[in-house]
Every structure is written in structure tokens, then in C-alpha cells.
């Protein structure tokens, strides 16, 4: 059975990099074709995409955040971590993470974290 | 950037066909994504690859694709089917990834 789970902190400061854990089970990430990506939705609205990282270590980035996201996995421990440097109160969001199959679908999700962002 | 378009809401009644759109330019070129999310859910997959269905879905589900339009269609709504839906693909680019629509709030009357 594959899951994932996010973790991290519930609460941020403004300015701060914010930390992400996706912690995996049932699939490898060393398998071809297997990839994890991050993505948010602020309370009422839409999901937004934010990085991708795949079996081969090749990362993908939102343009319009990539010069704040870096995105990583150790193998070895299952996780995927995503990092977002200097937050701000709208990056107020639930943040998941799901597997990306062969197939280029995102079939399994976890069950996201919230992350506030306030002084 | 690249942009998907979906209406924002379709309301039926239970038993009708739900029609749920998703226009962008890249459609006829990139496969199309649909889920389903529930309120204080995670989002789930419902279709892929514009009109494949996911093993656990029910048969009600179906998607379509037209030029740069696709279509997930609800067939014999019940009112478990209430939730937000939204599509998903990439720009033929590259240079988006992946994109999703803003949603589509269906609600069944």
C-alpha cells in the first residue's frame, strides 16, 4: 500500500524558510519512472504546483517560485524535503505531496499539512 | 504563464449528467488530469491521460477531449459527487510543468 505523509511546522514567521517533509512508503524513489512532487492551496482556492523531483534526481520548479523552492530526497530514509526561504503571509497554504507513477499521474496523495504564516 | 479555465461552479440535480469543462491552448497536445476534492480532503484522481479511469472510480466518471477543450462528464450524479474538481496538465512548452485550473465547485441540488 503506498503512502505518504507531510510534516512540519504549523507555524511560521514572515521572512523565515519554511521546511517540508514528505515521508513515503509502499514505492521506491529509485524506481525509473517514479517521481514526488509539493503542492499548496491557500484556505478557498485553487492547488498550485510547486516542484517536482524525480528517480534520477532531476529536479523541476514553479517559474514563478523557483528561485525560492530547492526540492531533495534521501532515498535511503524515504522522504522527499521541500524548502521555501523567506515566507510571507500569503504562502498561508495546506501543502501535500504526492507520488507521480510512470504514467505522469498523480495518483497517490498525502493528506497535506497547514502551514500559517504570521508574526 | 500558462492558464487552464474551468467555470467556477455546474449545479444538478441527483440523477442528471454533470458536464465539468477545462479549456487551455496546450489541451490538444498534453493529456488532461481530473480530481475530485472533498471539503478538508486530499485531492483524488478520478481520470487520466484525458479519459482513462483509475481503478476504484466509478463507472459514472468519464472524460473527453475536443481540440483545447476537455470535459469530465458525471453520469447519474448522487450527492456524494459534491465537491470541487479540478484539471490538470502541463504546457506543451515545458516551461509550466504542471498546471491546474482554478476548480469547479459542483453541487448537487
Known amino acids: 500500500q503506498v503512502t505518504l505523509r507531510e510534516s512540519g511546522p504549523a507555524l511560521v514567521k514572515p521572512t523565515q524558510t519554511l521546511t517540508l517533509t514528505c515521508t513515503f512508503s509502499?514505492?521506491?524513489?529509485?524506481?525509473?519512472?517514479?517521481?514526488v512532487s509539493w503542492f499548496r492551496q491557500p484556505p478557498g482556492k485553487a492547488l498550485e504546483w510547486l516542484a517536482l523531483i524525480d528517480w534520477d534526481d532531476d529536479k523541476y520548479y514553479s517559474t514563478s517560485l523557483k528561485t525560492r523552492l530547492t526540492i531533495s530526497k534521501d532515498t535511503s530514509k524515504n522522504q522527499v524535503v521541500l524548502t521555501m526561504t523567506n515566507m510571507d503571509p500569503v504562502d498561508t497554504a495546506t501543502y501535500y505531496c504526492a507520488r507521480m507513477d510512470a504514467a505522469g499521474t498523480f495518483d497517490i496523495w498525502g493528506q497535506g499539512t497547514m502551514v500559517t504564516v504570521s508574526s | 504563464s500558462y492558464e487552464l479555465t474551468q467555470p467556477p461552479s455546474v449545479s444538478v440535480s441527483p440523477g442528471q449528467t454533470a458536464r465539468i469543462t477545462c479549456s487551455g491552448d496546450?489541451?490538444?497536445?498534453?493529456?488532461a488530469y481530473w480530481y475530485q476534492q472533498k471539503p478538508g480532503q486530499a485531492p483524488v484522481l478520478v481520470i487520466y491521460e484525458d479519459s482513462e479511469r483509475p481503478s476504484g472510480i466509478p463507472e459514472r466518471f468519464s472524460g473527453s477531449s475536443s481540440g483545447t477543450t476537455v470535459t469530465l462528464t458525471i453520469s447519474g450524479v448522487q450527492a456524494e459527487d459534491e465537491a470541487d474538481y479540478y484539471c490538470?496538465?502541463?504546457?506543451?512548452?515545458?516551461?509550466?510543468?504542471?498546471?491546474f485550473g482554478g476548480g469547479t465547485k459542483l453541487t448537487v441540488l
Open positions: 496546450a489541451l490538444p497536445k498534453q493529456y
Open positions: 509502499g514505492f521506491s524513489l529509485s524506481t525509473s519512472g517514479m517521481c
Open positions: 490538470q496538465s502541463a504546457d506543451s512548452s515545458g516551461t509550466s510543468h504542471v498546471v
